[in-house]
């Protein structure tokens, strides 16, 4: 399950930084949009595109007086707008200064939930309130927008349906059964959103959402995930680009397989570097011995998978679970002390509490641990005509893992069939290991659950490149563990001469949040227009 909010702040604030909108209407005129599948008459969006948030108070413990909250309401289908409506979840902080617009974060995932984040960690984008509202929102399908989920049990398939293999992974006809089960109850708990989750459609809310705010451009700073949404619409709204950063850059061509791979390499190198850091000091609970360290931590996450440590609040905390908060927890080197106290406690005296904190929910391949529940918690009616904003308190505990999931999928075309990935999963299980022995099997997974699905658009892949657009910031860290350096520098040369690159020396995810340099030209670019040269860089500050 998702941590509770008081218990989760620090993360949520951290992760906020290292992990992850229009002009009023004159006349009758709208934006014209260039979205996949169009033809030549635009279905009618004018009540969408003529809204006004209607801002007020946010409900929430500890949230910060000054924040407001709001909805804006989209069409569930834009191709069809009358066959049902979502309404998104939006936030703000209201300009300090002369208020020139808004800038619009999107902290990343896919899957995170914006208003939360914002929420919890506003303060670091306070800077830009100078001259800015500072607003974040819930895509479609996460947080309290029409959350999508998979259910209780959807990741806890027991092995009496795997041929009586232990590992299923040897079972490919047992597999594929529980995969398409899996897809089948994410498809029940979710709802229609699920139908038209992707950033193909979060980037047409994103433009109904700069609309609502009343701004005639999108300004817009977005991390990892969020800069695939950014790079989406600048192809779909090219002339409603404003001041635009991306930090953290993700791929647009490189299938999920590849994803998978490069990013278990990436979580495996930073690992190894918090593991020799953390032998240093006399609290760590590996010993002092760098390799040894490495292999009790592979130890540790098959045993808890085998046998998954009780908790109080949930069915227990399996080695995915371990993993998933491992992964987050490397995202920045300032969380390092944190993580050892954490896995110290676990190691020592069995409390998952510390770890707990990092978690974003596990994820394991059918019959191969038990991933956690939230016991009794309250789901919320599935998505779909006319759904508006989910209660916090029955936002399911899965939606960030489920969300994540979603929008991968619906974003890669590749979709292989039985036959294909059965031949392939040996392959693919041994690339995924040798990336990294404690990450490989979590990102697998990621790959593994888009069978069953429907295929997703190649609409990122074919049509996002070379856009005429104004120049846009494009942010890549060099010691990055979740996108590469080579993917700013891929995605830069994707996107044409509007890209404009800053070389980040440092380590981390993202290099807004440890790099003063950054986060200078960053504020420099979007508040006052002041561009670096392309290809000029920032040095490594090791001291954030």
Known sequence: MLPKLHS???????????????????????????????????????????????????????????????????????????SGTLDLAVARFRATGERRGSVVLNFGGPGGAGVTELAYGGEDFMGLSDGYDVVSFDPRGVGRSSPVSCGDASYES???????????????????????????????????????????NASRDLDVIRQSLGDEKLNYLGFSYGTRLGAVYAEQFPGKVGRVTLDGVDTLTEPLTEQGIAGAKGQQTALEDFLNWCVEDIACPFGTDPRRARQEIVKLVRSMDEDPVPTTFSGGFSGQDLVSAISQALYSEELWPLLERALASLVEDGDTRGVESFATGGM???????????????????GGRGAGLTDPEAVPPDNLPAALVAVNCADDPDRPGSRQLSQELTRLRAAYQQASPVFGSYRLTQLLLCFGRPKGTDFIRERVKDVDTAKMLLVGTRGDPATPYRWTVQTAKRLGPSAVVLDNKGDGHTGYASSKCVRGKVDAFLLYGSLPPSGSSCPDEEDG
Do not use: N
């Not at 590992?167 to 139908?195: F, I, N, T, W, Y």
């Not at 394991?364 to 599935?382: H, L």
């Open 8 to 82: 989760a702040r620090p993360t949520v604030r951290r992760r906020a930084v290292v992990v992850a909108a229009g002009l009023a209407l004159l006349g009758t005129a709208l934006p014209v949009t260039a979205v996949e599948g169009a033809g030549s008459a635009e279905p009618d969006l004018t009540r969408f595109y003529r809204q006004k948030v209607t801002w007020g108070g946010c409900a929430g413990e500890g949230i910060p007086k000054d924040l407001q909250c709001g909805k804006v309401t989209v069409p569930l289908d834009y191709a069809k707008p009358r």
């Open 158 to 200: 027991g092995t009496e349906d795997s041929g009586g293999s232990a590992d299923p992974l040897k079972d490919p006809d047992a597999l594929m059964r529980q995969l398409r089960a899996v897809a089948a109850e994410c498809a029940k708990h979710s709802g229609p959103v699920l139908e038209h989750i992707g950033t193909v």
């Open 364 to 382: 394991t391949t059918p019959g191969v641990g038990v991933s956690r529940t939230a016991g009794g918690a309250a789901r919320p009616k599935p």
